[in-house]
């Protein structure tokens, strides 16, 4: 199907305006034509939530699919194919609550109003007493939606609704070498693990980062040809039509898109196109991918207009991918859409239910997400989870690129589903410990063990990170120390060598088309060192944590403010200048840049 390198180059691009920033004004230049979106090396890129009390808890939080309901997040529809007019922030007071005394709390920023986008409203993972509860069991998340979406806010001159934030997916947005990392068995990934010293802590703490990654093995780490073929495919691709979908942010960047997508396909593959508004149609029947000509024909008689009727459509879309299904080959759903389903849909558990029945049939389901001002967020990254896809956001051709060209394997060929891991953190090592992130992928330590339990998908090359904050045993942590100890939480320490672990790691993932999971492990010493010297992958990651987390307005994160992630963030990459062929560590540099001239509260 799919070339590794695309037919596109990149634009090259540069900026078009310059930020001004006094005591009394604000940032009001809009650049969202600029292409400070994605990026590539010839570019120069660029939940207020009332804080979450500390609570102990002897059971583990359960935040599995169906995930909980919506709640509403409102923004403003600006066409990212046009510097909108310049524009003032409107900025409410942070919601007061009490937290504790011993933590402080980053003052309120402004945020976008609210408008009609839907997103899930997630509230931060609690800290946790070890001795309480030890194990933290989690499903990865190789969604990339949230850090586009992010940095079109940050374009446009605004700082982006709280919920429209999620910590992981901008962790993971990123590509990671993991040249430390270690291939456990004959996984399809390789682990890296690291402990370093936390740098937001306060001055009375000494808490530390565990980071654990896992990087599909791609062709460089096998013994196959570097012109190793991806599967058959078999692309069916779900176009919305509706009258929501005309801004130039929407169906014309989506045209475009396929467009882009069209240059990849091979002969081999097969593609078919399916359209919804009020009714709907095969736009293209099931055809070859080399018939290109045939295939852009379609894309360019594609007109948004109607409203929409998302179910109909996709037991259409699903049975065009029966027609032309590929054994031992990708069959995927391409649902390319702003998630307006305002017609038709009586229950959305009975769609779910469709693509968690189809996905048990070997066909799968991706959504991309265009545009602003009805962007349902949260139903996207449902259906893409409930159908072992990837949810991702178009704001420029030139992230459609990164999507459908640079990381067309890791988007469409899966080496490993339901990914699950697990962590038991030593209490005679660690008194305390958060998860940073993945609110909406915790699981019960129970489901662990259960493949009836679903979880994420590792695509081919894809690297994802899990960053744990952690106490260690006499230092000052949330909690006070009790006078009474329970018994029963008292854990005895078989040995020498298991004192001398911080915890240990446990994975779970089955084969693309197994049903039985495999099991990795391995401990995690208790050896931990400085920020300053640790691989260029954590510290990348850890700039990126702070600044997802300062931008929910975290109140794990203390005193850290989004220069601390730039400065951060241009280290490692003096270190490791290899580690940004495609620019886009030096984008997330520009993008923490724009957060803090739009902070009015620094």
């Known amino acids: 199907m799919l070339s590794a390198s695309s037919v596109y180059p990149s634009s090259a691009l540069s900026r078009a305006c310059t930020y001004h920033l006094t005591k009394h004004t604000l940032l009001l230049g809009i650049i969202a034509s600029v292409g400070l979106s994605a990026c590539s090396s010839q570019q120069t890129v660029s939940k207020q939530i009332a804080p979450k009390p500390m609570v102990e808890t002897s059971s583990s939080t359960t935040m599995k699919k169906p995930r909980r309901a919506v709640a509403v997040s409102n923004t403003s529809l600006v066409s990212e194919m046009r510097a909108p007019d310049p524009f003032i922030i409107l900025r409410s007071p942070a919601s007061p609550s009490s937290i504790s005394p011993s933590m402080v709390r980053p003052e309120p920023i402004g945020i976008t109003p609210e408008a009609n986008d839907n997103y899930q409203k997630n509230e931060a993972n609690p800290v946790h007493r070890t001795t309480d509860m030890a194990v933290s069991t989690l499903s990865i998340d190789t969604d990339t939606g949230s850090y586009a979406n992010v940095r079109r806010y940050l374009n446009e001159g605004q700082l982006p609704p709280v919920n429209a934030v999620r910590v992981e997916e901008l962790i993971n947005y990123f590509n990671y070498q993991?040249?430390?990392?270690?291939?456990?068995?004959?996984?399809?990934f390789v682990v890296a693990t690291e402990v370093v010293d936390s740098p937001w802590d306060r001055a009375d703490q000494d808490n530390k980062i565990v980071k654990v990654g896992i990087k599909a093995v791609d062709n460089s780490w096998s013994n196959k040809s570097a012109n190793q073929a991806m599967p058959a495919a078999n692309l069916v691709i779900l176009v919305d039509v509706s009258g929501?979908?005309?801004?130039?942010?929407?169906?014309?960047?989506?045209?475009?898109s396929l467009k882009l997508l069209t240059e990849q396909m091979r002969a081999q593959d097969s593609i078919s196109i399916v359209?919804?508004?009020?009714?709907t149609s095969v736009a293209l029947p099931v055809t070859s991918g080399d018939q290109k000509a045939k295939i852009l024909t379609a894309i360019e008689g594609l007109n948004a207009s109607g409203s929409t009727n998302g179910e109909d459509a996709l037991k259409l879309a699903y049975r065009q991918a029966e027609q032309a299904m590929k054994k031992d080959g990708i069959n995927r759903i391409m649902m390319l859409t702003d998630g307006d389903f305002n017609v038709g849909i009586?229950?959305?558990?009975d769609m779910l239910d469709l693509v968690k029945s189809n996905r048990e049939r070997g066909i799968s389901l991706s959504t991309v997400g265009f545009g602003r001002g009805n962007l349902n967020d949260h139903m996207m990254e449902q259906m893409a989870d409930n159908g072992n896809g990837n949810y991702s956001y178009i704001d420029s051709l030139t992230e459609a690129k990164k999507v459908f060209g640079d990381e067309l394997a890791a988007t469409f060929n899966t080496v490993a589903k339901d990914v699950k891991v697990q962590i038991e953190f030593n209490p005679d090592v660690v008194s305390e410990w958060r998860l940073i992130g993945y609110e909406n992928r915790v699981l019960n330590e129970q489901d662990f063990n259960n493949d009836k339990v679903d979880a994420g998908e590792l695509g081919a090359g894809k690297a994802v990170i899990a960053l744990f904050e952690v106490t260690p045993k006499g230092q000052k942590g949330l909690y006070s120390d009790r006078r009474y100890t329970d018994s029963n939480a008292t854990v005895k320490v078989n040995s020498k060598q298991q004192a001398n672990e911080l915890g240990y790691l446990k994975i779970r993932y089955k084969a693309p088309t197994g049903d039985t999971s495999k099991l990795l492990s391995q401990p995690i010493n208790n050896d931990?060192?400085?920020?300053?010297?640790a691989n260029a992958d954590t510290q990348f990651a850890m700039a990126v944590a702070g600044f997802g987390q300062r931008l929910t307005q975290s109140e794990?994160?203390?005193e850290w403010q989004y220069n601390d992630s730039t400065k951060l963030a241009t280290s490692s990459l003096a270190r490791q200048l290899?580690?940004?062929?495609?620019?886009t560590r030096r984008n997330f540099v520009t993008l923490?840049?724009?957060?803090?001239?739009?902070d009015s509260t620094k």
């Open 578 to 583: 290899s580690s940004d062929k495609d620019g």
């Open 528 to 533: 931990s060192h400085s920020l300053d010297k």
């Open 178 to 188: 993991f040249d430390d990392g270690k291939r456990l068995g004959n996984a399809p």
């Open 244 to 256: 929501s979908m005309s801004s130039r942010d929407k169906l014309p960047l989506a045209q475009s």
């Open 592 to 598: 923490t840049e724009l957060a803090s001239a739009l």
């Open 275 to 279: 359209t919804y508004s009020g009714s």
């Open 556 to 558: 794990y994160i203390n």
């Open 346 to 349: 009586s229950d959305v558990d």
